[in-house]
């Protein structure tokens, strides 16, 4: 059972362009969140969704930043007009059921953006 | 708005010793609370969780514990090794909301 996947690993995109990363769920999980980690701080939620669903976005910036976890594929988070700002790692986790006390959070390696 | 602090934020001890890693809490209101490894350049590993109705958990050398009350956990590492050398994350996630937060990590080094 493969773990969390995300891909790509490294992406380095000029200002002013698109970022476009991706997560495959553990095989069974239809939770997935995303967290953010810039440099020297701790990781912060972003989003998380559902098949087809938006359940809390309440850390996502208002602008530019944009999720999906569509009925069939891995779940993308969309950057657009990157600045230099969004340079950070990109972290996916997911779970098989809302979380419940006993429920893990599984993380992907991370998608290193580095906006130049 | 719960925040999570993990002190100090670098540790450097010799092979051999044992370890007590902190994590405070400022809402006691948890549902679970989860100790993380990161490697550098890499993903997170988990390594403890502890349900908010558990007082602690075991994993070969580590052992975390839970004290709800006073918004405190701690990850105890037995007889470190090089190899425990990494950044340490704890997290806690709350009934009602999905999300984990974080502290910004202890990083250790064992020295051989």
């Known amino acids: 059972n493969a773990g969390v996947m995300q891909n790509p690993r490294h992406l380095v995109r000029r200002r002013g362009q698109e970022a476009r990363l991706r997560c495959s769920p553990m095989k069974g999980h239809s939770h997935v969140y995303w967290y953010r980690q810039l440099p020297e701080?701790?990781?912060?939620?972003?989003?998380?969704?559902?098949?087809?669903?938006?359940?809390?976005?309440?850390?996502?910036?208002?602008?530019?930043?944009?999720?999906?976890?569509?009925?069939?594929?891995?779940?993308?988070?969309?950057?657009?007009?990157?600045?230099?700002?969004?340079?950070?790692?990109?972290?996916?986790?997911?779970?098989?059921?809302?979380?419940?006390?006993?429920?893990?959070?599984?993380?992907?390696?991370?998608?290193?953006?580095?906006?130049? | 708005k719960q925040e999570v602090t993990q002190i100090p934020a670098a540790l450097s001890v010799p092979e051999g010793e044992n370890l007590v890693l902190n994590c405070s809490f400022t809402d006691s209101a948890i549902y679970n609370l989860q100790w993380f490894r990161q490697d550098p350049g890499k993903g997170l590993t988990s390594l403890l969780l502890i349900q908010s109705s558990q007082r602690?958990?075991?994993?070969?050398?580590?052992?975390?514990?839970l004290d709800k009350s006073s918004g405190r956990s701690t990850l105890y590492i037995a007889a470190s090794q090089p190899g425990d050398s990494a950044t340490y994350l704890c997290a806690v996630s709350q009934g009602g909301s999905e999300k984990l937060v974080f502290g910004k990590g202890m990083k250790l080094t064992v020295n051989p």
């Open chain 2, 56 to 65: 602690e958990q075991t994993s070969g050398r580590l052992n975390a514990s």
């Open chain 1, 41 to 116: 701080e701790g990781l912060k939620f972003m989003v998380y969704l559902q098949k087809e669903n938006i359940i809390d976005e309440s850390g996502m910036p208002k602008e530019r930043f944009s999720a999906e976890f569509p009925k069939e594929g891995p779940s993308i988070l969309r950057i657009q007009q990157v600045v230099r700002g969004d340079s950070a790692a990109y972290f996916c986790a997911s779970s098989p059921s809302e979380r419940k006390q006993h429920t893990e959070a599984f993380f992907g390696q991370g998608t290193r953006l580095t906006v130049v």
